[in-house]
Structure formats: C-alpha cells, structure tokens
C-alpha cells in the first residue's frame, strides 16, 4: 500500500473524530457552569438553664440574661446555668445538644440574602413543634420546657 492512501485513510478516520470533538466542545461552551455551593458557617451557644420557685436568686453566669429570665415566668424567681454548650456547623449540618428530657436538635440551614443578613436554622425539641428561625448574628432566642415543677430555658444565641 503506497504512502499516498496511507494518508487518506488516516484523514478519512480521524476526520469524524476531530468533528466529535469539535461538536463536544461547543455544547460545553453553550452549558453554563454550575454553581459552586457556598460553604457557610455559623456557631450557636446554647445554655440550658433551670428555673426553679423559691427565693430570687440568679447564677452570676447567666448576669447579661437577668432581665430577660426574671420576666419570662413570675412564679420561678431562681435560676442556675446547667451548662454552656457551642455548636459550630457547616451549611446543612447537625448537631445535638442533650437537655434533661431529651436532646435539642440544631440544624444550620445557611444565611439569608437580605439586606439585614439572617443566620436560618431549624431548631428540634422534645415537646415541642420544630421551627424553621432567622437570627441576625448576636440575636437570642429563649425557649422555655415545663419539667414537672421547674421549667428548663434554652438560651441559644447565635454567632457568625
């Protein structure tokens, strides 16, 4: 076989391939790209606290809450911080924190793209409905769970 129709077979060949790819190149230049998802992420501070009747008394931790605790119920005047726990999530990410008569469930479900910038979660507790918040970051929300005769307060404020 000469070189000559070496050559033209090799062309008659190759010719559908570079047109394949031709073909592939335009329809990626038509697609537009996808969007990468941004990773964001929030941190919660949750302080479960007990409310107790009795003589007024406030644990010198919950100071910066005093004003906001003394007004949520008149009959429970004492309060004592069961503990401080911090949640650090990614966009859809969990975390649980246990509470006397169950666990609070936290699910971080990304920043709003309002002017006023809102950290969106869904909060799970049990007894209670779960509710999808959006807290501007520094917000608190106070969630209050009857115990027989105490009252266990969820203090979730929520950072950036």
């Known amino acids: 076989m000469s070189a000559m129709m070496c050559k033209k077979q090799l ?5 559908p391939a570079v ?7 335009e329809v ?7 969007p990468t998802q941004v990773v964001e992420r929030a941190s919660f501070e949750v302080r479960v606290i007990e409310a107790t009747k009795g ?15 003394r007004s949520l119920h008149r009959d429970y005047a ?7 726990d911090t949640q650090s999530l990614t966009t859809g990410a969990r975390g649980a924190v ?11 479900l990304g920043l709003s793209a309002d002017k006023v910038q809102r950290v969106r979660h869904r909060v ?5 409905n ?6 501007a970051p520094g917000g608190r929300t106070l969630d209050v769970l009857q115990l027989g005769d105490r009252l266990v307060i969820v203090a979730t404020t929520v950072k950036r």
Do not use: C, S, Y
Request: aromatic share 4%; hydrophobic share 55%; no cysteine.
């Open 11 to 15: 062309v008659r060949a190759l010719v």
């Open 19 to 25: 047109l394949l790819l031709a073909a592939v190149a």
């Open 28 to 34: 990626a230049a038509q697609t537009p790209p996808v």
């Open 55 to 69: 003589a007024p008394m406030v644990d010198p931790k919950l100071a910066d809450l005093e004003r906001e605790l």
């Open 78 to 84: 004492r309060f004592a911080l069961l503990k401080t």
């Open 98 to 108: 246990r509470l006397p008569n169950g666990d609070l469930i936290i699910q971080f």
């Open 124 to 128: 799970e507790m049990p007894g209670m």
């Open 130 to 135: 779960a509710t999808v918040r959006a807290v």
